[in-house]
């Protein structure tokens, strides 16, 4: 067995609901796959001692789950006041429509198609409900709408799907784009050294404990998977599914077209800076 101090970003135990912290509440949803691990983490954050509540994330369109997530906050003695979206892929945001009517709550996102209310969110802004304090974070790569927030009174940062607590994501192309996600990398990683962040609460996967080791341990894949692209044209592989089965032979297979994805905003990257033609 390894040993999860020894694994990027030092992941906690088994992925289950329950506390993370002071002021985080992991409702895990129903919906493991591949793609989605373990199921998609709905995280519910509130103040110490306040009676009012924000929801990260409600997940896919799963009445049994988004009740859930409502019932764990009304135990708590606590009521949604708001909805928050990392970004629009269904398993983070389908369900974030029902959960409204379920809170009577506004849903703010970066993108306009995903809120329900007036407000959005944009760069440095901040959240604030019932005494907690969230900062947005611009996370673009993963998807164009991608956002982190910044918890700074548990030093943590929810992180949606551009850190995960297992293994890595996915650059979904065209919509995402190489070049961001490496700048968004950074950013997080300027989180981790100048504002003494250290623990990553992930969309996916376990709560991580070393969030500059895991987004240090990201930069480097990112690095390696871009050389290993560049090598694999050089060598004549030139159609991204063919790149893909060079270079990701080590993957499951079922994992190969969410990889082909990321090859081609690889690819994207490398023309860009004149590295291939």
């Known amino acids: 067995m390894t040993d999860a101090t020894a694994l990027p970003g030092q992941p906690r135990g088994g992925i289950s609901s329950g506390p993370v912290g002071d002021r985080a509440v992991n409702v895990l949803a129903p919906n493991a796959s591949p793609m989605t691990l373990d199921g998609t983490n709905t995280w519910i954050l509130a103040e110490p001692g306040s009676d009012l509540a924000v929801v990260v994330d409600p997940g896919p369109l799963d009445e049994g789950h988004l009740r859930n997530v409502v019932d764990t906050a009304e135990r708590a003695g606590r009521r949604v006041a708001l909805t928050l979206l990392t970004h629009g892929h269904p398993d983070h945001a389908e369900g974030a429509a029902r959960f409204a009517e379920l809170t009577r709550t506004k849903v703010r996102a970066l993108d306009p198609a995903l809120r329900l209310g007036d407000e959005g969110l944009e760069a440095g802004a901040t959240v604030e409900v019932g005494g907690l304090e969230l900062r947005v974070v611009p996370t673009p ?126 690819l994207e990257y490398l023309e860009e800076h004149g590295l291939i033609r």
């Open 141 to 266: 790569g993963h998807t164009a709408d991608s956002l982190c927030f910044h918890l700074p009174a548990d030093h943590a940062v929810l992180t949606g799907d551009t850190v995960l607590g297992r293994g890595t994501t996915v650059v979904a192309h065209p919509d995402g784009r190489l070049g961001d996600y490496l700048d968004s990398l950074r950013r997080l990683r300027s989180l981790t050294v100048d504002d003494g962040v250290h623990t990553v609460l992930p969309g996916h996967g376990p709560v991580l404990d070393d969030a500059q080791g895991a987004v240090e341990y990201y930069l480097a894949h990112r690095a390696n998977r871009l050389a290993q692209v560049e090598t694999a044209v050089e060598d004549g592989y030139r159609a991204p599914s063919e790149v893909v089965a060079r270079v990701y032979a080590d993957v499951d297979r079922s994992l190969w077209p969410a990889a082909e994805l990321s090859v081609r905003a690889q």
